[in-house]
Nanobody, 125 residues
Framework: EVQLVESGGGSVQAGESLRLSCAAS????????IAWFRQAPGKVREGVAR????????HYDSSLRGRFTISSDNAKNTVYLQMNSLKPEDTAVYYC??????????????????WGQGTQVTVSS
C-alpha cells in the first residue's frame, strides 16, 4: 500500500549539488516520519536525515556537517534531500524510508517499515 519512489540521483563532480526527491503514496507526510539513508559499496546502510512535518522537526547525522538539508512539500507528498558541496565519500545509493508514526525518534534502519528502491549518487573528484 505504501510506495516510496526516489529520483534525482546522478553523477556530479566534487563541490556540486544535487536534490533528491522521495515521492510517497499510501501515506500522508503529516502522519509519518520520513528518512533518508545511504549505502556505499562495502559499507553498512547509514542514516542521513529524518523529518516529521507535523512537528516541523528535522534531524541530521552529525557527520554531514550541515551540507545536507531535508525538506518536504506536503501538497505534493514529497520529501527532498538537498545535497551541497558534495564529496566523493558521499557516493552511495540513497534510500527513502518511512514509518507511519508522526514523530519517530531514531535514525536506524530498524526504525522504518517502508523503503524505496534507491537512487545512485556518484561524486567524482
Amino acid at each position: 500500500e505504501v510506495q516510496l519512489v526516489e529520483s534525482g540521483g546522478g553523477s556530479v563532480q566534487a563541490g556540486e549539488s544535487l536534490r533528491l526527491s522521495c515521492a510517497a503514496s499510501g501515506l500522508t507526510l503529516e502522519d509519518a516520519t520520513i528518512a533518508w539513508f545511504r549505502q556505499a559499496p562495502g559499507k553498512v546502510r547509514e542514516g542521513v536525515a529524518r523529518i516529521s512535518t507535523r512537528y516541523d522537526y528535522t534531524h541530521y547525522d552529525s557527520s554531514l556537517r550541515g551540507r545536507f538539508t531535508i525538506s518536504s512539500d506536503n501538497a505534493k507528498n514529497t520529501v527532498y534531500l538537498q545535497m551541497n558541496s558534495l564529496k566523493p565519500e558521499d557516493t552511495a545509493v540513497y534510500y527513502c524510508a518511512a514509518v507511519k508514526v508522526d514523530l519517530r525518534l531514531g535514525l536506524s534502519t530498524y526504525d522504518y517499515d517502508y523503503w524505496g528502491q534507491g537512487t545512485q549518487v556518484t561524486v567524482s573528484s
